[in-house]
Nanobody, 118 residues
């Protein structure tokens, strides 16, 4: 049973930093792609950042230059370093993963709350 467990969320002031961690377990395969979505109250879920097994990254425009995604293929773990946080970054952040198992199946974590106070 594949599980994704997120950690690192919390309450931070404007301009502060947080580091989210997502650890995947239960797969015999390394990840093909991992990433983060977020969902703010009353808004649609938004893709924040992704990373592939070849370390290719992608970001939504609103976080470019402030957020950095990185990954550890051996540990099936992905990190999201968030700097210069803004109130608009307040949301529940969800980790997802697809593995190199020949199937296109996306697994999701339960989410971690990030709150940026002004």
């Amino acid at each position: 049973q594949v599980q994704l467990v997120e950690s690192g969320g919390g309450l931070v002031q404007v301009g502060g930093s947080l580091r989210l961690v997502c650890a995947a377990s239960g797969s015999r395969f390394s990840f093909n792609v991992m990433g983060w979505y977020r969902q703010a109250p009353g808004k649609q879920r938004e893709l924040v950042a992704t990373i592939t097994d070849t370390s290719r990254t992608n970001y939504v425009d609103s976080v470019k230059g402030r957020f950095t995604i990185s990954g550890d293929n051996d540990k099936n773990t992905v990190y999201l370093q968030m700097n210069s946080l803004e109130p608009e970054d307040t949301a529940v952040y969800y980790c997802y993963a697809d593995f190199n198992d020949g199937k296109v199946v996306y697994y999701w974590g339960q989410g971690t709350q990030v709150t940026v106070s002004s």
